[in-house]
């Protein structure tokens, strides 16, 4: 399953309550901080893989400094959750 679809699956598990948005990996920070700015999600799962995604969390965490939110390092939490898959890799 290809990102949108996972967003797609975890919006849809939400019963709609909440906004799912996402963002392929391979950009760099100021465009992750961008976005997060911008939509001022509440959880934010990064999935860019070790040793990416620690440093990523930590610099976020000093760009978002206005309101409560929770950074995540799933790497493939997502896949599991969004595509089924029982063991990793999937696909």
């Given at each position: ?35 997060a700015l ?7 799962v990064l ?17 978002i400094t ?26």
């Amino acid at each position: 399953m290809n990102l949108r679809g996972t967003r797609d699956v975890i919006a849809g598990s939400l019963g709609g309550t909440s906004e799912v948005d996402s963002i392929h990996k391979f950009h760099d920070i100021d465009m992750y901080a961008a976005s997060a700015l911008q939509t001022r999600p509440d959880l934010i799962v990064l999935e860019t893989g070790m040793p990416k995604q620690e440093p990523m969390a930590a610099e976020l965490r000093k760009v978002i400094t206005d309101w409560p939110r929770l950074i995540e390092c799933g790497s493939a939490i997502l896949d599991f959750v969004g595509a089924g898959c029982a063991v990793r890799p999937c696909g």
